[in-house]
Nanobody, 124 residues
Framework: VQLQASGGGLVQAGGSLRLSCAASGRTFSDYGMGWFRQAPGKEREFVSAISSSGGSTVHADSVKGRFIISRENAKNTVYLQMNSLKLEDTAVYYC??????????????????WGQGTLVTVSS
């Protein structure tokens, strides 16, 4: 599976962005998908995940109520809608795919494929 993330950019605090991750190479609907992020000088952390069917989602406490993960299997794409952005949301955001993705996972080592990352910068 090849993953291509896009949609990052510069946004003011309180604003919104939507990230997209396009997948190719395998049957997208078999894969659970996740978003992770890594801020400068920090460890990569879990953000959001969605099951292969889209019926189950999970979000980190730090983004709950502000971020929404969704997917369109017909378009081989997963999205991360980010609202009410905060300075601390600044990071490189990575999408990832895991086989046997009926259930969601918050653990990065359980993901098999990773995209190249897209930078989100939130300014004051």
């Amino acid at each position: 599976v090849q993953l291509q993330a896009s949609g990052g950019g510069l946004v003011q605090a309180g604003g919104s962005l939507r990230l997209s991750c396009a997948a190719s190479g395998r049957t997208f609907s078999d894969y659970g998908m996740g978003w992770f992020r890594q801020a400068p000088g920090k460890e990569r952390e879990f953000v959001s995940a969605i099951s292969s069917s889209g019926g189950s989602t999970v979000h980190a406490d730090s983004v709950k109520g502000r971020f929404i993960i969704s997917r369109e299997n017909a378009k081989n794409t997963v999205y991360l809608q980010m609202n009410s952005l905060k300075l601390e949301d600044t990071a490189v955001y990575y999408c990832a795919a895991r086989r046997f993705g009926v259930r969601t996972s918050v653990i990065s080592s359980q993901y098999d494929y990773w995209g190249q990352g897209t930078l989100v910068t939130v300014s004051s």
